[in-house]
């Protein structure tokens, strides 16, 4: 139990060399690898989350758990496939067209990877069509869209199109988030959710899986 809460202390410190020699020690010790994502990975990116949000973390911090989550799960991540253990849900994430910033939208996608979910980063600048084609190759049940420049938010709204266009926008729930955009942006886009931070966006994104 000791290695369990000095891992857990490792991946919200941010230490991802010891974070990775102590999964190794607990996958040597025969525990359970979906314990170990369920009971020790997310509850710790959900303390870093929690700590951004009172002002305890910054991004430097948050960008450091997430580095020592990925370490963890680069061993723990074959041998969940192994045993056939399904991930809370798919989510395809990508900045929108014209936008080349990928900061924000790499730490949504490790907080989504660290809470439970498979994520197919598309990276940045993806157009709607590489998006409309993502989630035909991957069927997620979520998608989200970031843009960091008030230029590129209307990208948001043409992938919302693209989306209806070819049929698709009933299959998936799609939430927004960056720092330009707003509630009242996704609300006028038509998105599902609107996320203000990496943190909140793993909660929004279990909460549409619900809706």
Known sequence: MENLNDLKSAIIAGQDVE???LVQKA???NRNPQDLVHDVLIPAMD????KFESGEYFIPEMLLAARA??????????LLAKSGIKPIAKVVLGTVQGDLHDIGKNLVASMLEGGGFEVHDLGADVSPERFVQAVHDHSPELVGLSALLTTTM???GHTLKAFETAGIRE???VMVGGAPVT???SDSIGADGYAESASSAVALARSLLKS
């Open 171 to 173: 299959k998936v729930k």
């Open 69 to 78: 989550m990925k370490a963890a799960m680069e061993l723990l991540q074959p």
């Open 183 to 185: 509630i009242e942006f």
């Open 154 to 156: 209307p990208s948001m």
């Open 47 to 50: 303390e870093v989350g929690q």
């Open 27 to 29: 996958i040597d010790s």
């Open 19 to 21: 974070a990775k020699v």
